[in-house]
């Protein structure tokens, strides 16, 4: 039998001991995302629900990207976007054309207002004639615009709501509107639906989405002939409706290359697809 000498022995312990510390080679840690970090986005509330779901499923493909999302109001987002003060911008209104000139911008879809009844109102549809009178009380009984006798109720949101200020700027233009003297103000979808549940006489302002398209507890009037439906929204047949945009630096060397990423991201398949479905 072969027998060790010291060395041999002092050296094979010292093997057993690096084996089993794992200590056979320097270790490799996950090499961290390059796009990393916290960033800010700025814009109008109207387009808060696609900034979100964009931001939220550009942040699952590189762990890291922490997201802060401000409703600061579309005017205010082009400045802060030109000026380097937030990292994203959005609006909720048509830019301007000296705006145009100032950054780049991208088509997010568009926002619309319904007008919801009772589910057993057995009217379909209102014209911007009819929805204008209607809410000023000119109109105040339901058989007056084809449907059952009975007084309508009205239902507005509060008036910073984009929901409302859409309704106002289709239906009355510049004109301030002399809303009914009973009319009830509400200050969120879910009040404004279950209000129309409390009463099935009344008439109310809903912001579309997936949500108002697929409750069964309300049902959403066509304006002037076109159904208030997410395709026709989209194609722009739906009136009641306002564009939403992206917006960023145009100065490319000023432009963080997570922002440019995201960018690439919104404009490709993956982006464009989530804002075809509406769903957010």
Same mark, same amino acid.
């Given at each position: ?9 002092? =050296? ?35 387009? =808060?629900?696609?900034?979100?779901? =964009? ?13 802060? =999302? ?211």
């Amino acid at each position: 039998m072969r027998k060790l000498g010291t060395k041999a022995i002092a =050296l094979a312990v010292i093997v057993l001991l690096v084996t089993a510390c794992g200590l056979t080679g320097p270790t490799t840690s996950p090499t961290a995302d390059p796009f990393a970090g916290n960033y800010r986005g700025q814009g109008g509330g109207g387009a =808060l629900p696609q900034m979100r779901e =964009l931001t939220k499923q550009f942040s699952a493909l590189h762990p890291g990207m922490t997201w802060i =999302l401000e409703d600061v109001g579309s005017d205010a987002s082009p400045t802060l976007v030109d000026s380097g003060d937030t990292d994203i911008g959005f609006t909720s209104r048509d830019l301007k054309e000296e705006e145009k000139t100032k950054i780049n911008f991208l088509p997010l879809g568009a926002a619309g207002t319904g007008l919801a009844v009772n589910p057993s109102n057995p009217v379909t549809g209102l014209t911007k004639d009819q929805l204008g009178k209607v809410f000023t009380c000119s109109v105040a009984d339901w058989k007056e615009v084809g449907g059952s006798a009975g007084k309508i109720r009205t239902f507005i949101r509060e008036p910073i709501s984009a929901t409302r200020t859409t309704f106002e700027s289709y239906v009355f233009g510049k004109t301030k509107p002399a809303y009914c003297k009973d009319v009830v103000e509400v200050n969120d979808l879910p009040t404004t639906v279950s209000s129309l549940q409390q009463f099935p006489s009344g008439i109310g302002m809903v912001t579309m989405s997936d949500t108002t398209y697929n409750d069964k507890t309300i049902k959403l009037l066509a304006v002037d002939g076109v159904a208030a439906n997410a395709d026709n929204l989209r194609s722009g047949k739906y009136g009641i409706r306002r564009p939403l945009w992206l917006i960023w630096q145009k100065d490319q060397a000023k432009l963080k290359p997570a922002m440019k990423a995201f960018v690439e991201f919104v404009q490709g398949p993956e982006g464009q697809r989530i804002l075809a479905s509406g769903s957010f």
